[in-house]
């Protein structure tokens, strides 16, 4: 009865036996001494392949185990070596801990949950251990459980875009399922090299499965999506597209401006300086201050009230209820943009006009990045909340803990 009392309070299963349980004073601790049943003894700890003895290791060690109240607890047992043929001398497996780590399966899955709840100064004081502690116990969770939950499988509709996640031109790439919304695959670079990595990991086979892709118009995803997806179809996505058109208008506002001002007229100079946000913004979002606004440039500046209609009508061509209308239009737009005789918007038509199918094939399967913007997002929150990251694998490993569907649930929690 005390030893089945005890096993619930320490976190450990049947595997493990309890010989007995002890407070040590030096370490301040409560120590329980265990070992494992005899099936699961000298099993290699890497493959878990049963394997002859090689030495006694280093003798008796210790792995902290989930706190008794305020109590730190601690197992101890023996930490033999055996002789696996596929990994050589290796510490034996032990049912209560993950191999290399020093910590019980229990403390871990706890600190792997607090991670993607918490901040990290929370987990710290409540865990008792460091950050970059906290970073190596999330490592180890998701490389199990991403081991038993294969996240690439079946994948059909996949995004993908790149993030940054410090100063200095350091991204991530990420890659997204349409269908689950999860993240599925990251990894530090922006570039065809890391791309590949991915198709490499997923196989030709399953890149074969794949059927749609949307991205931003980077040269360096639509030419490794060619290489290696055959079957599927590139979908641009349509906030990149508008957001083509708002920088183009940008640059007939700045180009306004800097003729005013060059030509002495400070009055109209200074109203289009503060016209920025009203250019921008959505003509349903706009106050009554940046309504008057836009009325007064319609009034005094035919050409840029003519390129705020052109971006205004290339945004309402990805919101009509049909493909069909929405390509009519765009084609609408595309003459207009063309004969406009504002450079940038004839530099822009043409621009579209090179990227047509990909846009053409979000309008008829009404696909965007907008799952991998809310994933970005949720990065970026991550990243401040942990106050930044040492190394991008840590951030990936919790990302993928957060996103990817890979968060361990409390122990003792179903």
Known sequence: MRARVWKRLLGVDDKTVIEGVEFDEDADAVVAHVRPRKPTKRRCGICGQRCPGYDQGDGRRRWRALDLG???????????????????????????????????????????????????????????????????????????????????????????????????????????????????????????????????????????????????????????????????TLCLDPFHIVAWATDALDDVRRQTWNDARRAGQKALAKELKGARYALWRNPEDLTERQQAKLADIRRTNDRLYRAYLMKEQLRMVFHQDSPAAALALLERWLAWACRSRIPVFVKLSRKIRRHRAGIQAAL??????????????????????????????????LAMLCLGGLCPPLPGRA
């Open 364 to 397: 008829s399967h009404g696909l965007s990045n907008a799952r991998v913007e809310s994933v970005n997002t949720k990065i970026r929150l991550i990243t401040r909340r942990a106050f930044g990251f040492r190394s991008p694998e840590a951030l990936i490993a």
């Open 70 to 232: 305020t109590t730190k607890v601690c197992l101890e047992a023996d930490a033999p070596r055996v002789s696996c043929p596929e990994h050589g001398p290796t510490v034996a497996k032990v049912p209560w801990a993950r191999h290399g780590s020093g910590f019980t399966k229990g403390f871990e899955e706890q600190v792997a949950w607090l991670a993607t709840h918490t901040s990290k100064s929370a987990v710290r004081q409540l865990m008792r251990i460091a950050w970059a502690t906290v970073g190596r116990i999330v490592t180890r969770v998701v490389a199990e459980r991403s081991a038993a939950v294969d996240p690439l499988a079946n994948l059909r509709r996949i995004g993908i875009d790149e993030i940054s996640y410090r100063k200095g031109q350091r991204y991530l790439t990420v890659v997204v399922d349409h269908v689950s919304g999860r993240l599925v695959w990251a990894a530090p670079g922006r570039d065809k090299k890391t791309l590949r990595r991915f198709f490499d990991l997923l196989g030709e086979d399953r890149c074969n499965e794949i059927r749609l892709v949307s991205a931003d118009a980077a040269e360096w995803i639509a030419d490794v999506v060619a290489e290696r997806c055959k079957s599927a």
